[in-house]
């Protein structure tokens, strides 16, 4: 997966690549799927959500510019993938969910997989987790209408927020970086996510 999928196109993170070959994919999807579980697409994880395609956890992952020493908000745990990787990465994750059981079996896999540096809330995450705040970065896994302003907010000087934008169907990936003069914005390319749902993002249907 990892030629094929990652490295093959423009993934250069040695970090990021030894995480991803490290982390048992197949074991944050149904056993039905998981033979599939090293094809780049994503794959459903119930509640309506999926499990985003491998290149795409790659270049957002690496998009963060992380070192090691971060303390990262991640907004939509999922099926809990992502939530490995960036624990992988940084010193600490704290990360939201806002459909319990799917926060329930993510926290549970990652504690039995040893990611102890891993905090999951079930909440709305547009409001981002301000008593955590400030974060050095912000991984935002669900398609938003616009940039919620809280995570802008809750981005320490220098921090990097990533997150698509866009409508219902299609976003374009943005690198959001916090600056003394304001926000630099980056457009990384096309992408295609399930919806932000809350106060900040989309309303729940």
């Avoid at 994750?93 to 806002?98: A, K, L, N, Q, Y």
Wanted: aromatic letters at 8%; a negative charge.
């Amino acid at each position: 997966m990892v030629e094929e999928q990652i490295t093959s196109r423009g993934i250069k993170d040695a970090r990021l690549i030894a995480a991803i070959k490290k982390i048992p994919r197949h074991l944050f999807v149904e056993e039905a799927l998981q033979s599939q579980a090293y094809t780049d697409h994503p794959l459903p994880i119930g509640e309506k959500q999926t499990i985003s395609q491998p290149y795409m956890v790659a270049l957002m992952t690496e998009a963060l510019l992380l070192t090691g020493k971060e303390k990262i908000l991640e907004i939509g745990t999922g099926s809990g993938y992502q939530t490995a990787i960036l624990a992988e990465l940084c010193e600490k994750v704290f990360s939201i969910e806002r459909i319990r059981p799917l926060a329930i079996r993510a926290r549970k896999l990652l504690y039995e997989l040893g990611y102890f540096n891993v905090e999951i809330k079930i909440f709305d995450g547009t409001f981002g987790w301000r008593e955590e705040s400030p974060f050095d970065a912000i991984l935002v896994t669900a398609g938003s209408p616009d940039i919620p302003q809280p995570l802008i907010d809750q981005l320490a000087a220098g921090g990097r927020l990533v997150i698509p934008v866009g409508d219902a169907f299609i976003q374009e990936l943005f690198r959001v970086t916090k600056t003394e003069a304001g926000v630099k914005k980056e457009d990384m390319g096309g992408c295609r996510f399930v919806k932000l749902i809350g106060e900040h993002g989309w309303k729940a249907e």
